[in-house]
């Protein structure tokens, strides 16, 4: 039974590989890789997700997702130039071929999947969209914002969720809407709006850039389920691929106690089959994209899987101390998860 076995998987690892060879090319794979850097579309400026220092120098979890893949296709983290996006840009910027992906707090919805000719690969953030008040307001849920005026980035999600929500509710608001959302809070802060609603990672961020943050609140009580990924073009399937497996990577890295200090002995000691085609070691999964088969040794080891990226950009390390939440492991009790690397 042994032999047969041995001979089965010999012969679904070489259909697996003729397989590869017959798909078609990744335009997007070839001119990352004749440039020599992946463009990656980012936010203006979330602190936690995309943020850059007065160096230039960018961090945030979406930052890494984008040094992820740079370590995976180019075999270095660095090599990866980013491009500050606004919510009305976004969208026009990755259809262009300007950035070959997005990777910006924006929710996956039917009608974008559906009708701009876009793809997103999978969840990154669990998102859920909330309200910052001031402490004096008194306000403890959002039914409290009744009568109040409300700013928001205008085209984005975070609009229609709120004039949904309040008028499903018969509750009057005044929503007043700013091309950018550095724009909202700005107004906000000036005393413009009663309250500013986005997501509550992003209002974790946008809470420190106020003028005095302890005189205000995040309501914790959500009004949406906004999950958020990297989004890329329509029309090059090994690109979206390769993009959707470096985030189940991470993802699976963290599930099976793979992390950047102990990859090494993993790689070369582990006995665990998933971890061992996971880092390259067995399984050929790399060339089944057209990448070198320890594409996701190189991530773990110069980025690190998604709990110590997590912890480091928005977490209980980060100044945004954010909890896991949502965004835990399925195993312990939040909804990340990926699919199995077989």
């Known amino acids: 039974m042994k032999t047969i076995y041995l001979a089965g998987a010999i012969l679904a690892g070489s259909a697996s590989m003729a397989l590869a060879q017959q798909l078609a090319p990744s335009p997007t794979l070839d001119a990352v890789k004749a440039r020599g850097h992946i463009e990656c579309g980012v936010h203006l400026g979330l602190p936690g997700f995309s943020f850059a220092n007065d160096k230039g120098e960018w961090t945030g979890l979406d930052v890494d997702y984008c040094k992820a893949l740079a370590a995976a296709v180019l075999g270095d983290a660095t090599k990866v130039k980013f491009t500050p996006t606004s919510v009305q840009q976004r969208w026009p910027i990755l259809q262009s071929g300007q950035v070959d992906l997005l990777s910006r707090n924006s929710t996956i919805t039917f009608s974008r999947n559906a009708t701009l000719g876009l793809n997103f690969q999978g969840i990154?953030?669990?998102?859920?969209?909330?309200?910052?008040?001031r402490k004096k307001a008194n306000a403890k849920t959002a039914a409290d914002l009744d009568g109040a005026s409300i700013c928001v980035a205008a085209g984005s999600t975070e609009e229609k969720n709120a004039a949904d929500w309040f008028r499903e509710r018969n509750l009057k608001v005044t929503i007043t809407n700013f091309q950018k959302n550095d724009d909202a809070i700005t107004a906000y802060d000036s005393g413009r709006c009663d309250a500013y609603t986005a997501g509550v990672g992003a209002l974790a961020g946008q809470r420190a850039k106020l003028k005095v943050p302890d005189e205000h609140v995040i309501l914790t009580q959500p009004i949406s389920n906004d999950p958020q990924g990297p989004v890329t073009r329509w029309g090059d399937e090994r690109w979206q691929l390769i993009v959707r497996w470096v985030l189940n990577g991470t993802i699976a890295a963290e599930m099976l106690g793979v992390t950047s200090k102990n990859v090494d002995e993993m790689k070369a000691n582990s006995k665990n089959t998933e971890?061992?085609?996971?880092?390259?070691a067995e399984g050929g999964f790399g060339a089944m994209m057209g990448l070198p088969d320890d594409w996701m040794y190189k991530v773990i080891k110069q980025v690190g899987n998604y709990g110590e990226s997590y912890e480091r950009t928005v977490g209980m390390g980060s100044p945004l101390k954010l909890e896991r939440g949502q965004n835990q492991l399925w195993t312990k009790g939040g909804l990340l998860f990926t699919p199995p690397f077989q």
């Open 275 to 280: 971890v061992r085609r996971l880092l390259g």
């Open 124 to 133: 990154n953030f669990y998102e859920g969209q909330t309200f910052i008040v």
